[in-house]
């Protein structure tokens, strides 16, 4: 049995923030994620906007984590060497609109957001020329971005194992025991021990808070559906546009993503815990609210239809740990949930230490970037594909991803070996076709790096296989 001081479970994106901070301060970590791979659930299905942090109530966590994670994740995206599009975003209006925006401009002060102004008509429509004719007054928020959220949380754990700690997939934890010298976390068919252990669950916030004694709280489960464009519509909007927020949310919205493609929702329908399928219903809804803030978009563009589930707890994010233990949990973390989660790692970490943590003096290492070939200059180019032909071979079309630029994701720190793991990393099926073209070669591609059958290769794990059979074996 493997033995941590800390044991975190889920490896969303507060998980995985938490995780990095930990390891990066010597301390041992492990992080245990129930499904296939991390970024796995509320995560990967998310706008991917870095909040200014106009918008939380004064005085509450989310409003105190939103502003230092927004001052976070400039510096914390270049430590990564992942991209950040520092944009600014911006909420708008009809002129009949102009006391909210007014209100969240005093609000948005209040909390510390800084640059904040509000812009009005002929400025605005200049700034985005595909607003709705009936906008009149926007609140223009600097220290917005975007971001890939996937993509960040996946850097965060690879930063966590290249500074010693431990990434356990397919770990559905189902038993947690107190010891005198911590807990025993369990899933039936592995055990770690730990000192200390933080449920980062999200979803299964409530089943873990269980399985260690801890309060459990009312739940809502909340499902967003979103559109997304292909890149041809890049420039649609260049940076994410609200319309004046209400009490279900943000409301529906128009962003560019890191990419290049665009992307319109999400939606807000309470669901069950794992309901992630996209209806009628919330598409026309979605395609209905987008015009109180841009033009008609050209939905014939359209490539992917997608949805995912976040959980809402009250008014506020709850942090706290069970009294007289050393069990922290983490429940409600919904927008601005990201924007927020390098501020709860630190604040986690804070807080584990001033308990009894162990740091240990490290030297830190550098998390190393994916390979894209399609931003290198040519000269580099030639040469990388003369050192490694592979990288002049293209699997994906669409996104013009060569094998060698596959291989190396396979090879990188956490072995993702599912067809989801190698599109989160490295974008092969996320084009115009969709996979229509790449898929065959990219199950291959992990087959032989696996040493798997075909059959075998996984969409996002479990019993998500795409293949039955072989067709032709052996020239037969």
């Known amino acids: 049995m493997e033995n941590f001081e800390v044991a975190i479970i889920g490896a969303g994106i507060v998980g995985a923030s938490l995780f990095s901070e930990l390891t990066r301060k010597g301390v041992s970590a492990v992080l245990l994620e129930k499904s296939s791979d991390v970024s796995n659930g509320s995560t990967k299905a998310n706008s991917g906007i870095v ?65 904040l102004r509000i812009i009005e008509r002929e400025e605005l429509h200049t700034m985005e020329p595909n607003l709705a004719d009936c906008i009149d007054i926007g609140l223009f928020a600097p220290t917005g971005a975007v971001i890939s959220p996937y993509l960040v949380c996946i850097a965060l754990c690879e930063e966590g194992v290249v500074n010693g700690g431990v990434v356990k997939t397919d770990y559905d934890v189902n038993k947690i025991e107190e010891t005198e010298t911590g807990y025993i976390i369990s899933s039936d068919t592995q055990s770690v021990t730990a000192k200390f252990v933080v449920n980062c669950a999200g979803v299964g916030a409530n089943k873990i808070n269980e399985l260690a004694g801890a309060q459990v709280f009312p739940m809502q489960y909340v499902k967003g559906e979103y559109i997304l464009l292909d890149k041809s519509q890049n420039g649609f909007v260049s940076r994410p546009i609200f319309p004046l927020p209400t009490k279900a949310g943000k409301g529906i919205l128009a962003t560019p993503t890191l990419h290049g493609n665009i992307m319109f929702g999400p939606t807000a329908i309470p669901c069950e815990p794992e309901d992630t399928t996209v209806d009628a219903e919330g598409i026309a809804t979605i395609k209905e609210k987008v015009l109180l803030s841009v033009r008609e978009p050209n939905y014939r563009k359209t490539i992917k239809l997608f949805a995912g589930v976040r959980v809402v707890s009250g008014d506020d ?24 989660a390098p501020a709860i790692g630190e604040y986690l970490t804070e807080m584990l230490i001033a308990d009894g943590v162990e740091t240990h003096p490290h030297e830190f290492v550098e998390r190393k970037p994916y390979i894209n070939t399609a931003e290198m200059p040519r ?57 229509g073209f790449c898929l065959p070669k990219l199950i291959k591609l992990i087959a032989d790096e696996a040493g798997l059958p075909m059959e075998d290769v996984t969409l996002h794990g479990g019993t998500s296989n795409i293949l039955l059979h072989e067709v032709q074996k052996e020239g037969k």
């Open 51 to 115: 909040h200014a942090g106009y918008d939380p109530v004064p005085n509450t966590l989310k409003a105190k984590f939103n502003i230092r994670g927004s001052q976070i994740f400039p510096s914390a995206c270049k430590r990564l060497n992942v991209p950040i599009k520092q944009c600014g975003t911006l909420v708008v209006s009809p002129e009949s609109g102009r006391e909210a925006l007014e209100e969240l401009l005093a609000r948005g002060i209040q909390n510390g957001v800084s640059g």
């Open 379 to 435: 000269k580099k180019l030639r040469e990388l594909i003369k050192s490694d032909p592979s990288f002049g071979k293209i699997v994906c079309r669409c996104e013009k991803i060569t094998e060698g630029e596959v291989l190396d994701a396979l090879r990188s720190p956490l072995h993702p070996r599912t067809v989801d793991g190698i599109k989160r990393r490295v974008r092969p099926t996320m084009g115009r076709c969709q996979g």
């Open 317 to 340: 994010f709850i942090i706290d740990k069970k009294p007289n233990s050393r069990f922290y949990y983490t429940v409600g973390i919904c927008s601005p949930g990201l924007t927020s």
